[in-house]
């Protein structure tokens, strides 16, 4: 039997050198469309991705072009609107990639919701930041207007920042799991999901503005729909402690416990490194085999023969 590999690409992965048009994303999902076209015949694939450029672009165009008759929509929508389009562009590669070698592709994106908790201590500190920036003026003004939380920005300007509470659960993970026992090639959990929470009257599904981590969200995933592996394809093709130091160290196979003491001495970053290296830490520790990598190196990685691998 195929070994099932969940693969949580970076929102940066479908952008080379800051390009935003959609052409030239489409030119790097292309290259995602490849490689799933390479590894389908050995594995069964579920992608994730991430989409912060993606939203926050979306987020602007919104920002911008609100009327009173044509009002933004909110983030949570927004989130929704870039699974759509971040899907489309990977679903289409990998048709296309199949049809160069003569096959069709079984493919489909999932707009996935995922639930979190209302009272999640990330709601009480948001510290994501999305859209675009502001003059303090600015933004102080919308916070009054909006209720928006907002923040200075490493000296670029500021911005709304918004909660990133954990993933608890997948809606749509039944589906999920009976699309891919059927052989299809999944596309969930897209931007980390579509934040939403369970009211306590008729446990309803309401969304809400947020983030979620694509890595915590995708392997959440791999765990719903009980994956052998889990990747997440970053920038670079090892975890590395002293990265960019003269005595930088790549770390090739490791275990969970290793992992722990590394982080306990600080040497993976929030906001880098530090939630691919929970997540797939995470996944090996239930058992499964957990890898961080670079989108080239996939392939070997899964092979045992490159990237950072971490077993229990």
Known sequence: MKKRVVLALGGNALQKNGETTAEAQKAVAAEVGELIANLADRYEIIVAHGNGPQVGNILIHEETAASE???????????AMSQGQIGYW????????????????????VVSQVVV?????????????????????????????????????????????????KPIDIVEKKAILDLANDGVIVIAAGGGGIPVYRTKVLRK????????D????????????????F???????????NFGLPEQKALEEVSVREISNLK?????????????????????????TGIITDIKSVGEALRGKAGTIICK
Do not use: H
């Open 231 to 241: 990747v997440s394809v970053t920038a670079v093709s090892n975890v590395y402690i």
């Open 117 to 165: 908790d209302k009272n999640d201590a990330a709601f009480k500190n948001p510290t994501k930041p999305i859209g675009q920036f502001y003059s303090e003026k600015e933004a102080k003004k919308l916070a009054k207007e909006k209720g928006w939380t907002v923040k200075e920005d490493a000296g670029r300007g500021w911005r709304r920042v918004v909660a990133s509470p």
């Open 205 to 212: 599904l309401k969304g809400v503005d947020a983030v979620i």
């Open 69 to 79: 008759g044509a009002p933004a929509m909110p983030l949570e929508t927004a989130v």
């Open 264 to 288: 306990k001495y600080g040497y993976f970053k929030a906001g880098s490194m530090l939630p691919k290296v929970e997540a797939a830490a995470r996944f090996a520790e239930k058992g499964g």
């Open 214 to 229: 694509k890595d915590y969200a995708a392997e959440r995933l791999a765990e719903l729909v009980k994956a052998d592996i």
């Open 90 to 109: 990977l679903t289409q590669a990998i048709n296309n990639a199949f049809l160069k070698r003569g096959r069709n592709a079984k493919v489909v994106t």
